[in-house]
Every structure is written in C-alpha cells, then in structure tokens.
C-alpha cells in the first residue's frame, strides 16, 4: 500500500511537472476546453432529467386490494396444513 502511495505521488509530480512547463497560453486554452466539456456535460445531464421529468406520467391510480388467494381458481381442497400430517 505504501509502495502504491509513493508511486500514486511520483506520477502525480511528474504531471505536475509537465503542467508547469506547459505555456500559459497552452494553460488557459486547456482550462478553457476541460470547463466547456464539463458545461457541455452538464447541460445535456440536466437537460435529460428535466426531459423525463416531464415526460412521466405522474397519475397515481387507487383500487381496492384484492386478496391473492381468493383470486386463485384452484380447489380451497388443495389448501391442507402440512403440520396436521406428522
């Protein structure tokens, strides 16, 4: 774990490094591109939920609960306690 750490930070230094050498144009212009990326993400994100948010049908409809068993065409025969065997 240790190992991994050091190596996590040595990367994150050398990316650090090649950041800094880069033109403050370079720089800019690449904060620039990361920031419409993520504008355009967060649009489109927002644009969905907003989309299905209006597109759902929010009608909740009641009934009455109708017992599962009573329902069941079967013999009320078939229907023994297992217990009444042993």
């Known amino acids: ?6 190596d996590m930070d040595k990367w994150f230094e050398k990316l650090d490094e090649r950041w800094r050498t880069l033109p403050l144009r370079k720089q800019h212009k690449y904060t620039l591109y990361f920031f419409a990326g993520y504008l355009l993400l967060t649009a489109g994100v927002i644009f969905k939920v907003w989309y299905d948010a209006n597109k759902s049908n929010n009608d ?4 009455h609960i109708e017992n599962p068993v009573l329902k ?15």
């Open 60 to 63: 909740m409809v009641i009934e």
């Open 1 to 6: 774990m240790k190992k991994l750490r050091t």
């Open 72 to 86: 069941k065409k079967g013999s009320p025969t078939l229907l023994k306690d297992t217990l009444s065997q042993f």
